[in-house]
């Protein structure tokens, strides 16, 4: 079956630096756009970035361009975000998913497979 596992998150400091990673494994990961998504406590899970299959084109949320990096390793089946200068608004729990027919879409209904979520955690 398809099972998408995300790296451990963690606690760091606002101005920090954090990179997550998400292991794909059960699908063809070069066929899938990839994407990762975040839930903050009493909110809806909102986009933070996509790439596409090749890892040709990237996407990001206004809030993180410029800080936040997708990309893949479709030789390793993984997806990762490397996340620069975190603000305290970015404490969520993080998550990846899968695409087979939709590219560089923000919509979550778009993705088919989903990980577990991993807690990323930024103090002031």
């Known amino acids: 079956q398809v099972q998408l596992v995300e790296s451990e998150g963690g606690l760091v400091q606002a101005g920090g630096s954090l990179r997550l990673s998400c292991a794909a494994s059960?699908?063809?990961?070069?066929?899938?756009?990839m994407a990762w998504f975040r839930q903050a406590p009493d909110k809806e899970r909102e986009f933070v970035a996509a790439?596409?299959?090749?890892?040709?084109?990237?996407v990001y949320a206004d809030s993180v361009k410029a800080r936040f990096t997708i990309s893949r390793d479709n030789g390793k089946n993984t997806v990762d975000l490397q996340m620069n200068s975190l603000k305290p608004d970015d404490t969520a729990v993080y998550y990846c998913?899968?695409?087979?027919?939709?590219?560089?879409?923000?919509?979550?209904?778009?993705?088919?497979?989903w990980g577990q979520g991993t807690q990323v955690t930024v103090s002031s």
């Open positions: 790439i596409t299959r090749s890892g040709s084109s990237t």
């Open positions: 998913a899968a695409s087979r027919w939709a590219s560089r879409t923000a919509s979550s209904e778009s993705y088919e497979y």
């Open positions: 059960g699908l063809t990961f070069s066929t899938y756009a």
